[in-house]
């Protein structure tokens, strides 16, 4: 007898706690429903602003990560780091390898990033633990994959989940939703495909009816502001301009080491400054994203300007990474902007050799 009433103790105790611990989730619930963020993107300022107002610093080939003497590398920080210091577009190269999607430079076996979903896992997790932003992917359907094709991989990182979706396509640079609004709704990943964008897998959306571009491989810094790409109206759509400045090697365009730092500075001739001045004179607005190489050239100079340009101070909580070429331990590396060009170790004169292969039988095309 003793022992069932204290059965039955348990049992009415253990149903209280039950229901003391849904109400609890209940109002978890209800507050996330009713959730106002105030900060968004780093700013309070930026909440009320439309997402194609703003200005977001892009990381061109943000997979493509290296000293900045290896073939086919465009930063030298893991993707983790560029979003913990600012960078809110990421742009990745697509391309198959044994039948997954890889981020490969130009070839897989030229530089090979690893597997979408590894790095797709990544973003993933950094939104999970940044609530409070808006991330753009540009994603180069370098082999014109079918749109369900990525699907697949963002849904089995469960990715789809926090896309943003527009009620229309495309989309006017003026017609965004807020910043405020997107991070509320919990969709704020905006995804664009080069191409092979389709209607079926409305989160990802087609670049060049929503953007338009300026020149990329540039090697003259003088970049100007002209419209290179697009497939939409340039007077309405969201643009990006191409700020990464290229030397040639064999041929082929690498990035211009030694300038990285004129590049990516906020003033100057060649700056990002500059070309961002000769924007807003052509077009009466800014651009919306800016994809740079090695962004962390410039002490935090390319976050600069994108703040000066959102009316916001640029104000990092903690100092930006510090380039891994000038870091203590990077002696090798160090070296080899004072030559002028890429030096190749040894372990890059092979890949090297596949590339001059690839000019050879035309497979090498550049970006
Ligand atoms: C974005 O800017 C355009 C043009 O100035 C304006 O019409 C639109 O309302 C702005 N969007 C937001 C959400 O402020
Ligand atoms: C766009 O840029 C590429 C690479 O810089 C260049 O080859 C091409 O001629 C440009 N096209 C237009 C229409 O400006
Ligand atoms: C770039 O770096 C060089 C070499 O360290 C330096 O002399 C130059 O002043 C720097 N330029 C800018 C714009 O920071």
Not at 77 to 88: F, K, M, P
Not at 104 to 130: D, E, R
Not at 218 to 230: A, G, H, I, L, S
């Amino acid at each position: 007898m003793l022992s069932l009433s204290h059965f039955k103790i348990a049992q009415v105790a253990s149903l209280f706690a039950l229901l003391f611990l849904s109400s609890i989730f209940d109002l978890s619930h209800a507050t996330s429903l009713s959730r106002r963020a105030t900060v968004c993107n780093g700013y309070a300022q930026l909440c009320t602003q439309g997402y194609g107002n703003v200005t977001y610093v892009g990381a061109h080939d943000s997979y493509a990560v290296g000293s900045t003497s290896q073939l086919g590398a465009n930063q030298d920080q893991s993707v983790t780091q560029q979003l913990e210091d600012g960078i809110r577009m990421l742009q990745m190269q697509a391309h198959v390898q044994n039948g997954q999607i890889y981020l490969c430079h130009t070839l897989c076996t030229i530089y090979n990033g690893g597997p979408l979903q590894t790095y797709l896992t990544t973003v993933k997790s950094w939104l999970a633990s940044n609530p409070n932003e808006v991330v753009t992917l540009l994603i180069v359907n370098s082999e014109n994959l079918p749109a369900s094709q990525y699907d697949a991989v963002f849904k089995a990182v469960g990715l789809d989940a926090v896309s943003y979706v527009p009620s229309t396509t495309p989309v006017q640079a003026s017609s965004w939703p807020t910043l405020g609004s997107m991070i509320d709704s919990g969709k704020r990943l905006v995804t664009f495909l080069d191409n092979g964008a389709d209607p079926t897998v409305p989160y990802l959306l087609d670049e060049f009816t929503n953007i338009w571009e300026t020149a990329f491989d540039v090697t003259n810094p003088t970049f100007d502001c002209n419209v290179n790409r697009t497939k939409g109206d340039t007077n309405t759509q969201m643009y990006l301009i191409n700020h990464f400045l290229d030397t040639t090697l064999l041929g082929q365009f690498v990035p211009n080491v030694p300038q990285l730092n004129v590049t990516n500075a906020a003033t100057g001739a060649g700056s990002l400054g500059a070309q961002v001045a000769t924007c807003v004179a052509q077009n009466t607005r800014p651009p919306n994203f800016m994809l740079v190489d090695y962004y962390e050239f410039g002490a935090g100079s390319v976050f600069q300007v994108a703040a000066s340009l959102n009316g916001v101070a640029y104000k990092p909580s903690s100092p930006i990474a510090i380039p891994s070429a000038t870091a203590a331990t990077g002696t090798s590396n160090a070296a080899s902007p004072k030559i002028g060009l890429p030096v190749f170790a040894g372990e890059q004169v092979g890949a090297l050799l596949i590339v001059m292969l690839s000019i050879l039988v035309g497979a090498f095309s550049a970006l």
